[in-house]
């Protein structure tokens, strides 16, 4: 057990206590400096974490995996907390448990990787029920507001459920194939019904933390409710540790053609659930929530396919890559416009308010895959790799969802664009402007680079 394998994940531990014990000790006017700390521990890790890119061996007895996935998921994660935290320094500035925020986001953090990189059920769980518990304290952290109150009541009740069926499940696996270790259950899982009782409830409970049908109903109620920097981590975040989670126990049973099928169908209910009930808002953050669960069932797509199609793990990896970018992008233009939710109040705000505008324009079209943004070039390798382990009917209900998801996101960019000038808004500034910019120019970065960023992708997982 060579405690090094850990680093990046104590260095964010670390990192949280310190942020914590700083807040204690500061005033509250200073809070913000518990920002700085907890990023430079996000950046000290994610240099631990490219440090072990190249490893490919299980550590800890077997139950985490060194892996490119989990060096890629790592670096994911720790850049798009560093994102959401540059959010926050304005946005708490008149909270009391300010500098308590940032320990919060760092311990979410730390679940989501133990989850990625989780190589055992039992540690599965531990990420899962890490990233959950936390996630409850972001989503109501504003518990003077009747609407955070009830996002985190929402996300409490549906997690509680969805993890204690994750829970069962891995009772059940166990009992089923006698090991929770992932090297030991490969290609080994009975197909006696209780063992495939077990996947599914194991699936479910992963379905919960992508914000996924049948666990979904949390998304739309957390982007409204949350403090926009907590709405913009929990609907990045979580999700991107749950795909890689749930690639890798798919993985365990390539034979299983149900268990394909059923994600297959589950991916096609997400994404056409999202889109339709995100036509119908007028709450430009709760429309931010129903796209999330659209995005979550494109991400099925390609671990409906996993030991299916070669390009499978590179094109999920790159596709919440660039998911996660663009929502925070879309967040964060919020966040810089105070948190205007009105889809009307962003009538004319090109004129007035060009950054945030342009910053939601280019997350909004990323979105919807319009060429030759990285979106476009993520979702083309999603539906490639579907076509080609012979998923022609999820394809083109994915192909339907995305012309349709064309039609909400013009509801705000059309008004914003072309519509009359509106008054002069106050606007966040500090470092969520910097966020803004920093997010939008990795999106578009991503879009230049793509072709070397897409030949760094891990191809396999650990056997």
Known sequence: MPIGDLGPELAVLLAAIAALLLAMVLPQHRHGWCAMLAVAGLA???????????????????????????????????????????????????????????????FSALGAMAMAGAADL??????????????????????????SLEAGMKYFLVGALANALL?????????????????????????????LTGV????????????????????????????VPA????????????????????????GIEALSLLIAIIAAMTMTVGNLSALW??????????????QAGYALMAVAVAGRAPQALPALIAFMAVYGVANVAAFAAIAQLRGRTAISDYS?????????????????????????????????????VTLDAGLGWLVVIAVANTVLSLFYYLRIVAPAVFGAS?????????????????SLVLLLAATVFWAPLWSSLPGVLLP
């Open 167 to 195: 829970v069962i499940g891995v009772v059940l696996v166990m009992g089923m194939a006698g090991s929770t270790a992932y090297a030991e259950l490969s290609g080994r899982i009975p197909e006696a019904p209780l063992a």
């Open 44 to 106: 000290v890790a994610a240099g631990l974490a490219h440090g072990q890119a190249d490893e490919s061996r299980l550590t800890f007895s077997g139950t985490f995996a060194l892996d490119r996935a989990t060096a890629w998921a790592r670096l994911l994660i720790l850049g798009l907390t560093a994102l959401c935290i540059g959010l926050a320094p304005r946005w708490f500035a008149t909270d009391r448990r300010h500098g308590e925020v940032y320990a919060i986001f760092l």
């Open 348 to 384: 004319g705000l090109i004129g007035t308010q060009p950054g945030p505008v342009v910053a939601l324009t280019v997350a909004f079209l990323s979105f919807v895959g319009i060429p030759p943004l990285a979106g476009f070039l993520g979702k083309l390798a999603l539906f490639t």
């Open 231 to 254: 709405a913009a981590f929990l609907t990045v975040v979580p999700k991107i540790a749950a795909a890689v989670a749930l690639y890798r126990v798919v993985a365990l049973a390539p």
């Open 422 to 438: 509106g008054a002069q808004v106050a606007t966040l500034n500090g470092s969520a402007r910097v966020t803004v910019c920093l």
């Open 281 to 294: 808002q007028d709450d430009v953050r709760r429309l931010l929530g129903w796209s999330s669960v659209s």
């Open 122 to 147: 039992m540690q599965l769980v531990v990420g899962v029920l890490l990233s959950s518990v936390t996630g409850y304290v972001l989503a109501a952290y504003h518990r003077d507001w009747p609407i």
């Open 200 to 227: 599914a409830l194991i699936l479910t409970g992963l379905f919960f933390k992508m914000g996924a049908v049948p666990a979904h109903a949390w998304v739309p109620d957390v982007a409204e409710g949350a403090p």
